[in-house]
């Protein structure tokens, strides 16, 4: 079984930052990909940034020159900074992870519980 436990949403004002957290703990053997995505009112759920176990990353047009993805792989964590938040950037947040929990399992794909991030005056 493997957890994700995210951290650091809020309510912030635009222009502002804010830094998400996601660690993942379990039965872990290898994490590839760690990444995030995001779900505003009304609207579908979209890839912000993506990371692979090789340091390749990937960004939404939208994002990117703001958000940086970032990983720990000692500590099998992913961060989000976020910086010149805009209003538009107001959604539910989830990391996503694609792992193998032994040296024979297939790949498998978690997800976190979620973590609101607003941004508003």
């Known amino acids: 079984q493997v957890q994700l436990v995210e951290s650091g949403g809020g309510l912030v004002q635009p222009g502002g930052s804010l830094r998400l957290s996601c660690a993942a703990s379990?039965?872990?053997?290898?994490?590839?990909?760690m990444g995030w995505y995001r779900q505003a009112p009304g609207k579908q759920r979209e890839l912000v940034a993506r990371?692979?176990?090789?340091?390749?990353?990937s960004y939404a047009d939208s994002v990117k020159g703001r958000f940086t993805i970032s990983r720990d792989n000692a500590k099998n964590t992913v961060y989000l900074e976020m910086n010149s938040l805009k209003p538009e950037d107001t959604a539910v947040y989830s990391c996503?992870?694609?792992?193998?929990?032994?040296?024979?399992?297939?790949?498998?794909?978690?997800w976190g519980q979620g973590t609101q991030v607003t941004v508003s005056s």
């Open positions: 990371m692979t176990s090789g340091g390749s990353t």
């Open positions: 996503n992870v694609e792992l193998v929990a032994t040296m024979n399992s297939p790949r498998y794909v978690y």
């Open positions: 379990g039965r872990i053997f290898s994490i590839y990909v």
